[in-house]
C-alpha cells in the first residue's frame, strides 16, 4: 500500500523563488493536511482540506497556497519563497472528524525543503 | 487556540531504563493521540485515548488520559534502543474543529 505519498523528497530553492509540494493518499481518505516541522520542533498546520473542492487555514497560513480539486491529491504552492519557509513539510490524510472525534492521520515521509 | 505543553523536551537514557513523558494543556481534549516520529520519517500512530482516566498498554508503553481530559502521560518500562525517536501528543478540542493541535514533542534517546 502506497499511503500517503509526497514528492519531492529533497529541494533547495533560491529566496523569491516558487514551486509546489504535491501529495497525494490512495485512502480514499476524505481529509488532508499540511504541516511543517522545524528543527526539533512538533508539527504546526498550514492548510487542511475536509474534501475536495474545500480549504482551510491552519496557524500558519502565511506565505502559501493549497488547492483540492480531487479526494486524492492535495498540492502545497508556495509563491515567493523566503529563508523562513525552510522547513520540512508533511502531509496527511484521515477519515476526518467520525464517530465524535478526529480519527488518526497518516503522514508521508516528508520534503525537505531548503531556501537560500 | 488550544495548547498542548510536552515535558521533557529531551531524554536521553540508558537501556533498560524507566521513563514518562508528559503531555499537559489547560483546556478540554474530546480524545488525544500519540504518535512516534522516527528520523527521516513521518509520525506514526501510537494509540489513541479516549475516556477520562483511560489507561491503554501497548508491550512496554503505558498511556494514560487524565481524568478531566486536559493531560495525558505515557510511561516506557524497560527502555530499548528501538523506542529512539520523537513522541507527540495530539490532542482533539471540544471546539469541534476539524484538525488536531500537537503538541511540541518530546526527542527520546535510548543508548545501548
Known amino acids: 500500500n502506497a499511503g500517503v505519498t509526497q514528492t519531492p523528497k529533497f529541494r533547495i530553492l533560491k529566496i523569491g523563488q516558487s514551486m509546489t509540494l504535491q501529495c497525494t493518499q490512495d485512502?480514499?481518505?476524505?481529509?488532508m493536511y499540511w504541516y511543517r516541522q522545524d528543527p526539533g520542533m512538533g508539527l504546526k498546520l498550514i492548510y487542511y482540506?475536509?474534501?475536495?473542492?474545500?480549504?482551510d487555514k491552519g496557524e500558519v497560513p502565511n506565505g502559501y497556497n493549497v488547492s483540492r480539486s480531487t479526494t486524492e491529491d492535495f498540492p502545497l504552492r508556495l509563491e515567493l519563497a523566503a529563508p523562513s519557509q525552510t522547513s520540512v513539510y508533511f502531509c496527511?490524510?484521515?477519515?476526518?472528524?467520525?464517530?465524535?472525534?478526529?480519527?488518526?492521520?497518516?503522514f508521508g515521509d516528508g520534503t525537505r525543503l531548503s531556501i537560500l | 487556540t488550544q495548547l498542548l505543553k510536552q515535558s521533557p523536551q529531551f531524554l536521553s537514557i540508558q537501556e533498560g531504563e524507566n521513563l514518562t513523558v508528559y503531555c499537559n494543556s489547560s483546556?478540554?481534549?474530546?480524545?488525544l493521540q500519540w504518535y512516534r516520529q522516527e528520523p527521516g520519517e513521518g509520525p506514526v500512530l501510537l494509540v489513541t485515548?479516549?475516556?477520562?482516566?483511560e489507561v491503554k498498554k501497548l508491550k512496554r508503553l503505558t498511556f494514560q488520559f487524565g481524568d478531566a481530559r486536559k493531560d495525558s502521560s505515557l510511561h516506557i518500562t524497560a527502555a530499548q534502543p528501538g523506542d529512539t525517536g520523537l513522541y507527540l501528543c495530539?490532542?482533539?478540542?471540544?471546539?469541534?474543529?476539524?484538525?488536531?493541535?500537537f503538541g511540541s514533542g518530546t526527542r527520546l534517546q535510548v543508548q545501548p
Open positions: 496527511a490524510s484521515s477519515y476526518g472528524f467520525q464517530g465524535g472525534s478526529n480519527q488518526p492521520q497518516h
Open positions: 485512502m480514499n481518505h476524505n481529509y
Open positions: 482540506s475536509v474534501g475536495a473542492g474545500i480549504t
Open positions: 483546556s478540554v481534549f474530546s480524545s
Open positions: 485515548v479516549v475516556t477520562g482516566g
Open positions: 495530539a490532542g482533539d478540542g471540544d471546539t469541534g474543529r476539524r484538525a488536531l493541535t
